[in-house]
């Protein structure tokens, strides 16, 4: 009751600094570049809110915003995943992705079709993250095997091994444009994988108090994500594609 009673009165005095605490999860991709500028921007603003981050994979982290374990969090899921309507779910934008393989990776030319791709193993993200699910639903929907044989965690991990050779991977191109293996690439063209990550908000009912903490984080990480793509857009040298 007093509880209650408390965030009323939040509510009531807009004016009023927010305190007590604030559960936030982001995926492994995102943790980056939320903990550089929209975190910091949120203990700037409210010194009074203290902050705990989770990290994890997506779908973890919407059941944990489901089961108020967390009070919000920014999740990449596959453009045709269907949001849970229990949550408010705010779209904060796409993170364009890319298949990759080495430079020197023989393919046919022009856009390649799954199902050449089906001798060749992956490296990729454990199972949980959002481009992994995008490429496993797009093998699952053509009704063909789908054949992971390295799990590494992070971006540079698995574009130095794909660089190595003898194996295909998936990776956002902004990834792509920062790393330092990027010359030993090639773009892998191919119109059977959605082209792209989407990147949400999502919370439940939240308490008064938390209601501007959490419309700061849904502006600064939209404003962030919209920059990164413009650098991306602006900056990213061309990369041969077959």
Known sequence: MLRSVDELLAVAAPGSEPAGELRIGVPPFLSELALEGPIDRLREAFPRLALRITAGWSPALLQSVERAALDAAAVMMPASFP?????VSTLLGVQP???VAARDFALPPGPVPLDALLRHPWVLSQD???M?????HAFS???LPFDVAVEAFGSDLQLS???RGARLGIASTAALARSPHRDALQVVDTVDVEPGISVWLVHGVLPGRLMRPV???RERLAA???AENRRRSGDEAEMPAH
Request: net charge negative; with cysteine; charged share 15%.
């Open 128 to 130: 949980g993250c959002g």
């Open 215 to 217: 419309e700061l984080l």
């Open 141 to 143: 929907a053509a009704g």
């Open 132 to 136: 992994r699910s995008a490429l496993s």
């Open 97 to 99: 992705t890319v298949l």
């Open 161 to 163: 091994l794909v660089a």
């Open 83 to 87: 949001m849970p309507e229990t949550l």
């Open 224 to 226: 962030v994500l919209e």
